[in-house]
């Protein structure tokens, strides 16, 4: 008779990453864009919803998207790989490249997709440590490298949750040792002085992950993309379920590229907002760290992290507790929002605390 089995054994998951989804008025958790796209791009959406062959498959190579990124970012087409978010473009990533007998590396604290989506894949995870101060430490990177001889190394730049970017030189140190490829996930790449999509080529194992959940203010979308070697891309498109990426979503991400002044425009207004949220956080009992990013870590001096998250959630406002993650003992991230939402915020925690 058919029967409930276990689930395989060799993924080892802890704790679920997910962050809560609860009715607030103040959302600052998931790191999301304040504000909607302009109006103009949801009414040209629209009418190309209408123009859809909705019996028809969608192309499966998103062949107009693919060349829409590929102008933006000065690569070929077939450089550019795109899927349901930035997530499943890694798991494509992983699915290609990790996999039993594989590893890979990442420094903690960061994005915990990163490791999560190795162990669904049966991939081992190498961790090292990040500085004190959060910046990669360049011989920690080393020992790790040598030690696991990763099959992908994971950079993140700007790094969720502490909020740096790595500089380019750091970049480049990396690319030069590691033994197999280095990923570079780029979801904040917008807010940073540089991006390592200008080190991208067909012959170098580096590829960069970027996605329209953040500063494309299309979070709901889910789509995302990697750019890198061409083989790469291949490879990647030969491992992707058939037609993974539907027709509204292909047109979603290729009419956004029009409004890049608009999303611009968001991203000056945010890292602004962001300067000044910082600058008000200066006078509360908490520690900050520095940001590139529309996030900001901090660790409140005198209370656990978990009532301050209560302490907030009580008032309406919503951010990630990042206490459980690698390194970010008593920690919060609030993801920069409208004035008036990190008003709120700045109140409700100045209350808390
Ligand atoms: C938010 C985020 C993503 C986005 O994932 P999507 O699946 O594209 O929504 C990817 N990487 C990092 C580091 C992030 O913070």
């Excluded at 473009?89 to 903690?108: C, D, H, I, M, N």
Aim: hydrophobic share 45%; aromatic share 8%.
């Amino acid at each position: 008779m058919a029967a409930l089995i276990p689930p395989r054994p060799d993924q080892g998951l802890g704790a679920g990453y997910h962050s809560p989804q609860v009715d607030v008025a103040v959302r600052l958790n998931t790191n999301e864009s304040p504000y909607p796209p302009p109006q103009a791009w949801v009414d040209e959406l629209a009418a190309a919803v209408t123009a859809i062959a909705f019996n028809r498959y969608p192309d499966r190579s998103a062949t107009a998207l693919r060349a829409g990124l590929a102008e933006l970012h000065g690569v070929r087409p077939e450089q550019v790989f795109a899927a349901n978010g930035s997530n499943e473009v890694l798991q494509v990533l992983l699915l290609t490249y990790g996999g039993p007998g594989r590893s890979v590396a990442v420094f903690e604290p960061t994005y915990a997709l990163h490791s999560h989506i190795a162990r669904l894949t049966g991939t081992a995870v190498a961790t090292g440590d990040r500085a004190p101060d959060f910046t990669l430490d360049p011989g920690e990177v080393k020992r790790v490298l040598a030690d696991a001889d990763p099959a992908v190394t994971f950079l993140c730049s700007p790094n969720n949750p502490t909020g740096r970017a790595d500089p380019r030189a750091v970049v480049t140190d990396v690319v030069d040792l590691a033994p197999g490829l280095v990923v570079v996930d780029e979801a904040y790449g917008q807010f940073a002085p540089w991006s390592a999509v200008e080190l991208v080529d067909d012959d170098a194992g580096l590829a960069v992950v970027r996605t329209y959940s953040k500063t494309w203010s299309m979070a709901a979308a889910r789509l995302g993309y990697v750019i890198g070697p061409a083989s790469l891309v291949a490879e990647m498109e030969a491992r992707a379920l058939p037609y993974h990426l539907d027709a509204v979503k292909q047109a979603a991400g290729l009419l956004a590229l029009r409004y890049r002044a608009e999303m611009d425009a968001r991203v000056r207004a945010v890292a602004a907002e962001r300067d000044r949220l910082f600058a008000a956080l200066a006078d509360l009992d908490l520690e900050t760290w520095p940001s590139d990013a529309n996030f900001i870590l901090f660790r409140p001096r005198s209370r656990p992290s978990a009532e301050v998250w209560q302490g907030l959630l009580d008032r309406s406002v919503l951010v990630r507790n990042c206490n459980s993650w690698p390194g970010l003992d008593g920690c919060l991230r609030v993801t920069v929002g409208t004035p008036a939402e990190d008003d709120t915020f700045l109140a409700a925690v100045t209350e808390v605390l």
